[in-house]
């Protein structure tokens, strides 16, 4: 961070600094040589204006990330919250939070280095007893999975770019329940875990980066059952729409993997998604490519995945 202010300040002077060639230009007498400096000098003073003021917008945003007040909970492990949260975790969380991805989560996975461009590393944190958490209250957790900042109030940045948040208040009590009763795992990360780049605090000032909104009202989840409701429901919480496109007809995003219209999934029978999912193979026989995340999707269970296909088949055309 003391980087990305030096980088910030340095910008700052070069604006400074192009503002006054531009002044000296248009004091030189031959006309050609005052147009062009005024013309060059100008633009980049304007550049350097703009990206000071990109630099400066993403500082303030990443210091000051919206949050709601941590909640008084005190969550009380049952064995349906321990097998519920385990499962969440499953599917939702060792991705990124274990090298092995799978248990324990002891965090170290620079998710950073995933990402299409180097906006900086985000170290995954050891949600194990023996990490951080331990000196987090429940309502401390709930509010990191909910509104995506830390114990302290610090924007938790690629926590903020999943859809975590819209997981059900039921859910992330179950979640919670199950990270306290994990085995605990000695293991140092280096705090804190965030290292934006420049790059990454321009993207944040320009909104390319998007900013997802405070969630404040409980979140209640339909029963679980092989619905279309239900589908759509875990749709909000999956990551679907980040490489499929918004409405599932496509991905377009320039810098993330570009998958296909989900309506193809019509044409399908419910074995045969639920067989892609699990297998990385599709039902002409293609092996999907690693950018398709099937094996985390495919730990979802058969109730799940029958929900998102039955979601996906009541899209319209
Ligand atoms: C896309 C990767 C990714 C996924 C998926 C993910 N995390 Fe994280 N998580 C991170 C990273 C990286 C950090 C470090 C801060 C940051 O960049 O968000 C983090 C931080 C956290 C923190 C804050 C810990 C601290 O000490 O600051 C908690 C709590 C947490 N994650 C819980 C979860 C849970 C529970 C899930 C599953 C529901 C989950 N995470 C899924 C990447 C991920
Ligand atoms: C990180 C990006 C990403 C995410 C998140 C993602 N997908 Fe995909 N998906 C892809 C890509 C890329 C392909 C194309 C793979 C190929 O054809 O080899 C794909 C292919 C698929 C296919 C197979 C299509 C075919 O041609 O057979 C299905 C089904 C699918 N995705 C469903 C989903 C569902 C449901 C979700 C949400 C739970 C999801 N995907 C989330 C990137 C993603």
Not at 60 to 76: L, M, Q, W
Not at 212 to 228: G, H, K, Q
Request: glycine share 8%; net charge negative.
């Amino acid at each position: 961070m003391a980087l990305n202010f030096l980088i910030l300040l340095v910008v700052i002077g070069l604006a400074i600094l192009f503002a006054w060639l531009t002044r000296r230009a248009w004091n030189l007498s031959d006309p050609f040589l005052k147009w062009m400096g005024a013309i060059i000098g100008g633009l980049l003073t304007l550049i350097a204006m703009f990206v000071s003021a990109l630099g400066l917008i993403g500082l303030f945003e990443y210091y000051n990330p919206p949050s709601t007040p941590v909640r008084e909970i005190d969550v009380a492990i049952t064995p349906g919250r321990y097998a519920r949260g385990q499962h969440l975790a499953v599917a939702f969380c060792v991705g990124c939070h274990s090298p092995s991805r799978d248990f324990p989560m002891s965090g170290g996975v620079d998710v950073g280095k995933a990402l299409p461009v180097n906006l900086g590393s985000y170290v995954s944190v050891n949600l194990t007893p023996a990490g951080p958490l331990k000196d987090w209250t429940d309502g401390e957790i709930f509010r990191a999975l909910r509104d995506n900042v830390d114990k302290d109030g610090n924007r938790l940045v690629l926590m903020a770019g999943t859809n975590i948040r819209y997981i059900s208040d039921q859910d992330l009590l179950a979640l919670i329940a199950f990270l306290r009763s994990q085995q605990p795992v000695e293991k140092e990360n280096p705090l804190p875990p965030d290292r934006p780049n420049f790059l990454a605090l321009i993207l944040t000032g320009a909104n390319i980066i998007p900013e997802r909104e405070l969630v404040t009202e409980p979140i209640l989840s339909p029963p679980i059952r092989a619905t279309a409701e239900y589908g759509e429901f875990m749709a909000s919480f999956m990551e679907c729409t980040s490489c499929h496109g918004e409405d599932l007809r496509g991905g377009t995003s320039p810098i993330g993997p570009q998958g296909p219209s989900l309506r193809l999934v019509k044409e399908w029978t419910v074995v045969e998604f639920i067989m892609t999912l699990r297998t990385g193979i599709n039902p002409s026989g293609r092996e999907l490519s690693p950018l398709m995340p099937w094996k985390s999707t495919g730990r979802l269970n058969d109730v799940e995945l029958a929900a998102l296909y039955q979601y996906l088949v009541s899209l319209p055309e």
